[in-house]
């Protein structure tokens, strides 16, 4: 099956500072999604972004299918940032599942 | 639109009880997902239905996991009985027609067993 990595594993910032955060995955995909894990639990979607590049305010995510890489910027952190940053990879052919990664934990720090 | 909807958001039970959380998908969703996420194993797809037919259960843990889908707007994730190792966040998720494969968590119910 696809496996997906992501790096780092984890990254503390100070507020204010700029980040990139990369998902590598196995295989070409027709999915990919960035989602943000925040501190209270909740999976809130960031992107869906299969290819190319899309930017929402501060975050930005770019997806290089061919090379089979996702990188996912924030700039200008704020401490609402905080939490784990998953990459999610469809896993091809007739099924909807999704594979994720094993996150990016993230702590800006005031 | 409401999002996700999932009910329980807390649940704190006795080992050997029966637990049901239950979940409403996005209006005109046509995919609903079952995930368990804990430290040790992270975020696991335990059951997914498409058009209200079970596709894949392969990651349900054992037979005292069940889930149903009994209409487009309702599903239930039933443990019987529970024990302490089940204690985790479940999520429910769903996906319709539209790009392909995106798919919207709810909030999650945490279970603790006790």
């Known amino acids: 099956g696809i496996q997906v990595e992501q790096s780092p594993p984890d990254l503390i910032l100070q507020e204010g500072a700029n980040s990139t955060l990369r998902c590598n995955f196995s295989d070409s995909v027709n999915n990919l999604q960035w989602f943000h894990q925040n501190p209270w639990g909740q999976l809130i979607n960031l992107f869906y972004?299969?290819?190319g590049t899309k930017q929402n305010g501060r975050l930005s995510a770019t997806t290089v299918a061919t090379e089979r890489y996702s990188l996912l910027y924030i700039s200008s952190s704020q401490t609402t940032d905080s939490g784990v940053y998953f990459c999610?990879?469809?896993?091809?052919?007739?099924?909807?599942?999704?594979?994720f990664g094993t996150g990016t934990l993230l702590a800006v720090q005031p | 639109d409401a999002g996700v909807i999932q009910s329980p958001r807390h649940e704190v039970t006795e080992m050997g009880q029966e637990v049901t959380l239950r979940c409403k998908p996005i209006s005109g969703h046509n995919s609903l997902f079952w995930y368990r996420q804990t430290m040790m194993r992270g975020l696991e797809l335990l059951i997914y239905f498409n058009n209200n037919v079970p596709i894949d259960d392969s990651g349900m843990p054992e037979d005292r996991f069940s889930a149903k889908m009994p209409n487009a707007s309702f599903s239930t994730l039933k443990i019987q009985p529970s024990e302490p190792r089940d204690s985790a966040v479940y999520f429910c998720?769903?996906?319709?027609?539209?790009?392909?494969?995106?798919?919207?968590f709810g909030p999650g119910t945490r279970l603790t067993v006790t």
């Open positions: 999610a990879v469809g896993a091809g052919g007739a099924t909807n599942k999704l594979i």
């Open positions: 998720a769903s996906s319709g027609r539209g790009r392909v494969g995106e798919q919207y």
């Open positions: 972004i299969p290819s």
